[in-house]
């Protein structure tokens, strides 16, 4: 199966499809951010994009965060072009100077955990700002939703509102929902022009 393809063949598959809009922009020796490392899945892939020259800061608030996604990228072999951070997202700026090429929120639980930490719209906001603020232009952000639990449908309605607001001529956010299924994931592609 080719790796482009779900397990259902050849239906879409947004976690695939998210990985496509950030290739488009981002490349070997860019710099990348990670705004919800988790197991360090996403942060693998930046990683791997931006290769040797590039940078990948990820964050996340939980320690068991941080340890799952430094042994997934020592298995995975990725170089040492990462930093993990133990800090709130929207405190970004204090580590990050700037531009960024492509940032990467993935919003929700840590998959596998006991679920009492999730994001929440008072940090996800002003780390999504700052974010924004920090974009190259014509690089990109992706911000996937999960709407499925009553913090995740708020944060997802917070975001698409925010997003609505900003000036199309300077930066076009793009949403990727499936329109018959609305509490599944989807996702907000963010290109600066
Ligand atoms: C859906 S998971 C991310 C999955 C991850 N991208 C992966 O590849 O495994 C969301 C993560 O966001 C983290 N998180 C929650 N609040 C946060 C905050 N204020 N700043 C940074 N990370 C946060 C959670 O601890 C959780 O690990």
Do not use: W
């Not at 998959?111 to 990109?140: C, F, N, Q, W, Y």
């Not at 997802?156 to 000036?167: C, E, I, N, W």
């Amino acid at each position: 199966m080719s790796e482009n393809k779900s397990k259902y063949g050849n239906m879409i598959d947004l976690l695939q499809l998210q990985k496509q809009f950030i290739l488009n922009h981002l490349g070997e020796g860019d710099v990348a951010v990670d705004f919800t490392m988790g197991n360090g899945h996403d942060t693998e892939f930046l990683s791997k994009t931006v290769g040797k020259n590039g940078h990948v800061y990820a964050f996340d608030v939980q320690e068991q965060a941080l340890a799952s996604t430094a042994e997934n990228l020592e298995r995975a072999g990725c170089e040492h072009n990462y930093t993990l951070i133990l800090d709130s997202h929207h405190h970004v700026k204090k580590y990050v100077e700037g531009p960024i090429r492509a940032g990467m929120f993935n919003l929700g639980y840590l998959p596998g955990s006991d679920k009492k930490i999730t994001t929440m719209r008072e940090t996800t906001m002003p780390a999504i700002e700052a974010a924004v603020d920090l974009l190259d232009h014509g690089g990109v952000l992706l911000v996937a939703v999960y709407p499925g639990h009553a913090e995740g449908d708020a944060e997802g309605k917070m975001v698409l509102d925010y997003f609505a607001t900003l000036d199309r001529h300077v930066i076009c956010c793009t949403l990727i929902r499936i329109v018959n299924s609305p509490s599944s994931p989807f996702f907000i592609v963010v290109e600066k022009k």
